[in-house]
């Protein structure tokens, strides 16, 4: 049996002839293809020859299709659609099943991409968008996303399930300490540079609030201040000051000796950040795939 492109006309000459059959019109036709009018003719020509049929009644200004010509069209119209909606369909499909995370900058550069580079590489199939957010944002009621939150858990817009609770402690690079005082408790801590965080929304502890929870008051500002987490870690990275530690997103700079607890003191809060998805999309396998990955994350 030959192949299809053995036995369909040139695909060129099937779309001069949709478009001349639409318009009625060569010249019409020649303007939406970006070819001459003299093109579509010779287009229109070899498809006749091709099939062995007149389409078209040619007349001074305009076609006419013929009888034949009509039942062409109309046979090249359902064929050319059924494409166009099979590979609209297709696509949807493969947009509707891509799970787009959104995470706080810091959490997603230093604890979620490390991870999701090997769960890209075991889960190939699975297509994953990540977004960061200086702000929360309402899920989707119709795509599969998956919001990492820091609060207590209660959100209107989606299921909440634990990731980890908030343990902070202070860090600081080693040469930070070098000839600066002696750090043997708390309270020599306001001794120190202290690094600030300032954002419009606030929900982590502060140095304040850590303070306090030592029965320690604290109302100076010792240290220079930043808009996100993230670059105040660079900062404490270059030795500038302190800053508050998380457990889990500071992990990788503590074992790799970037940065050191001065002291042993931590503490420990009701907040924490958590994996919140939208209910309506939970028929995505894809959707279930990541939080099932996510969730066993928790202690790792």
């Known amino acids: 049996m030959d192949s299809l492109s053995r036995q369909l006309p040139p695909l060129q000459a099937m779309l001069a002839f949709e478009a001349a059959a639409r318009y009625g019109s060569f010249t019409a036709a020649a303007a939406e293809l970006n070819v001459s009018q003299p093109a579509i003719s010779r287009r229109v020509r070899a498809l006749e020859d091709a099939l062995g049929i007149a389409l078209f009644i040619r007349e001074h200004r305009s076609v006419t299709l013929t009888a034949e010509g009509e039942v062409y069209f109309k046979a090249i119209g359902l064929a050319f659609n059924n494409i166009l909606e099979t590979g609209r369909a297709i696509s949807q499909t493969k947009i509707s099943d891509r799970v787009t995370i959104y995470a706080n900058y810091g959490l997603a550069s230093y604890w979620l991409l490390p991870r999701?580079?090997?769960?890209?590489?075991?889960?190939?199939?699975?297509?994953?968008?990540?977004?960061?957010?200086?702000?929360?944002?309402?899920?989707?009621?119709?795509?599969?996303?998956?919001?990492?939150?820091?609060?207590?858990?209660?959100?209107?817009?989606?299921?909440?399930?634990?990731?980890?609770?908030?343990?902070?402690?202070?860090?600081?690079?080693?040469?930070?300490?070098?000839?600066?005082?002696?750090?043997?408790?708390?309270?020599?801590?306001?001794?120190?540079?202290?690094?600030?965080?300032?954002?419009?929304?606030?929900?982590?502890?502060?140095?304040?609030?850590?303070?306090?929870?030592?029965?320690?008051?604290?109302?100076?500002?010792?240290?220079?201040?930043?808009?996100?987490?993230?670059?105040?870690?660079?900062?404490?990275?270059?030795?500038?000051?302190m800053i508050i530690g998380w457990e889990q997103i500071a992990d990788d700079f503590i074992n790799r000796g970037w940065l050191v607890r001065p002291i042993k003191e931590q503490i420990s809060t009701d907040s924490g950040y958590y994996i919140v998805t939208n209910s309506e999309v939970r028929s995505s396998a894809n959707l279930e795939k990541v939080v099932t990955w996510l969730y066993s994350l928790r202690t790792k």
């Open 116 to 241: 999701l580079v090997k769960f890209q590489t075991d889960n190939p199939d699975v297509d994953i968008v990540l977004k960061t957010v200086s702000k929360e944002r309402p899920l989707s009621t119709r795509k599969p996303e998956i919001s990492i939150r820091f609060g207590s858990g209660q959100w209107d817009d989606g299921d909440s399930q634990l990731l980890f609770r908030e343990t902070a402690f202070p860090l600081c690079s080693p040469g930070y300490l070098e000839g600066k005082p002696a750090i043997n408790s708390v309270e020599d801590l306001k001794q120190h540079k202290l690094l600030q965080i300032q954002t419009h929304n606030h929900p982590w502890l502060s140095w304040t609030n850590f303070f306090k929870s030592f029965d320690i008051t604290y109302i100076g500002n010792n240290g220079p201040a930043y808009n996100n987490y993230t670059l105040a870690i660079q900062a404490a990275l270059a030795g500038q000051g």
